[in-house]
């Protein structure tokens, strides 16, 4: 269990052998791949004229809300003496999909205010590029939450192995 509250990443491992140095190379290559090309798609519709879009941010905001309340909800069970490292991470990653979720639902309201607005307005393109930079900072902050959870799946996972390894061993 000191293993947990060791390393302040999975990659500041000191110890690891070129097979782990290629594989998270490969897996920081996939999550390019699958998250950023991805969120720049749902940046570029949620940019678009009409009002389906907001349904978007919307959803997010749900979504987020439920990995937010979760997040809270396994950072009670977790027994900060015995998983520091993970209690800290949990709460961290909770607070980024909160923080996450709150820029959605702002970005959803420039968005449709924006769209109600007067295009003669002065403020007009200004809220066009509010709802812009608060949608894309949502996006921002939801896929730091969501690296910081990987890594307390990762960290629990450890620890999981480790113990039913030292169990079968003591049998």
């Not at 309340?69 to 009670?76: E, G, L, R, T, V």
């Not at 620890?159 to 030292?166: C, G, N, P």
Request: include cysteine; proline fraction near 2%; charged fraction near 20%.
């Amino acid at each position: 269990m000191r293993d947990l509250n060791k390393y302040t990443h999975p990659d500041a491992n000191p110890n690891r052998n070129a097979f782990q140095t290629i594989a998270w190379y490969l897996m920081f290559f996939t999550f390019l791949l699958f998250t950023v090309r991805p969120g720049w798609e749902l940046f570029k519709y949620f940019s678009g004229t009409d009002k389906k879009s907001i349904d978007l941010s919307n959803i997010g905001f749900g979504m987020l809300i439920a990995l937010a309340s979760i997040c809270f909800s396994y950072y009670k069970l977790l027994d900060s003496t015995k998983y520091k490292k993970l209690h800290t991470d949990v709460q961290n990653s909770g607070e980024l999909f909160l923080a996450s979720a709150i820029a959605f639902i702002i970005s959803s309201a420039l968005k449709y205010s924006w769209i109600l607005m007067d295009a003669k307005s002065w403020f007009f393109p200004t809220i066009k590029i509010s709802y812009k930079i608060s949608f894309f900072t949502a996006e921002i902050i939801c896929i730091l939450g969501l690296a910081k959870l990987v890594d307390v799946l990762y960290y629990r996972a450890i620890a999981t192995r480790k113990q039913v390894l030292s169990s079968n061993s003591e049998n």
